[in-house]
């Protein structure tokens, strides 16, 4: 496994961040532990969850998974770099009780408790903003969150989906206050979806954010999609199936995998090997359900993409080029 520090960080991450989101909902509590046996062995220490992932009436399922992991001890916490989440609602359906959800100062100090005890730890390394809150003023956030890493019970703050004039705003009311800020992004960015790369991605790095990609495969559109349909009649399904049904959606990724046949490669190693070559991208976070899936993302990391490819690449999936040249002159 290969690492880099996280952002502007003293925080040394690998490469490639464990997602967990389907920890509960479509893998078993025991599949999730030794999927997470499997990576902590491959090299990978940077694992990323949410309190709201379980979903519906299971929200915080997935924390609760990873906790009953960290309790088998064997240094499982020590070794791993521990981000959650929070900003959806935790409220049981039905329910309209107001404060369990977004940002504001008492919501945090509620989630973080929760959090924690879920895991079965004491600390969070990065606590990450899900969603922006366009009712609470940074000022509020940043003074939850100084209250939190004073008494140990976070690390590093982060943000998820937010534009780049948030992650600028975000760091300004930061230093403004004497305050570290953002030290990462995590964001929709693959191939086929580079619109990041126009002002959210300039604005992690001219604010030293690590930009950590979910959804490097866009829903498993770039993984192998037609071939596997030809092949073993499996059908895309959700995002991927959705992008399908678009005929020029389907030309590029008929013609992406084409290219790859040519040299050889295997269409999700170079979705999650071109984001490593990515200015400004910590890692990719990768969701495996299965060894084999796990072992495909660990080649990703030692895969080398020669100029060649990656011009093809950008041929068939431009990007939207800088801003503000991208929609001026």
Known sequence: MKYTQLGRTGLKVSRLVLGTMNFGPQTTEPESH??????????????????????????????????????????????????????GSMSREGETWPNYDRLSALNIRRAVDASLKRLQTDYIDLYQFHHVD??????????????????????????????????????????????????????????????????????AQEYGLGVIPWSP??????????????????????????????????????????????????????????????????????GPRTPEQLASALRAVELELGEDLLAGLDGIFPGPGPSPEAFAW
């Open 134 to 203: 366009r009712r609470t003023p940074f000022e509020e956030i940043w003074q939850a969150v100084e209250v939190l890493v004073q008494q140990g019970k976070i690390l590093y703050a982060g943000s998820s989906n937010f534009p780049g004039y948030k992650i600028a705003q975000a760091n300004e009311v930061a230093a403004r206050t004497g305050r570290l800020g953002l030290v990462s992004e995590q964001c929709l960015y693959n191939l086929a979806e580079r619109r990041a790369e126009m002002e959210v991605i300039p604005a």
């Open 34 to 87: 030794a999927i997470m046996d499997s990576a902590l062995d491959a090299g990978i220490n940077f694992f990323d969850t949410a309190n709201v992932y379980g979903w519906g009436e299971n929200k915080g399922r997935t924390e609760e998974i990873i906790g009953t992991w960290f309790a088998q001890g064997g240094g499982r916490r020590e070794k791993t770099v521990l981000a959650t989440k929070v900003y």
């Open 217 to 286: 495969l866009h829903g498993g559109l770039l993984g192998g999609v037609i071939k596997k349909e030809a092949v073993d009649g499996r059908r895309a399904s959700g995002r991927s199936a959705d992008a399908l049904a678009n005929s020029a959606v389907r030309a590029q990724v008929q013609a992406y995998e084409d290219l790859l046949d040519k040299h050889g490669l295997e269409p999700g190693e170079v979705g999650l090997a071109w984001l490593l070559t990515r200015p400004g991208v910590t890692g990719p976070i990768v």
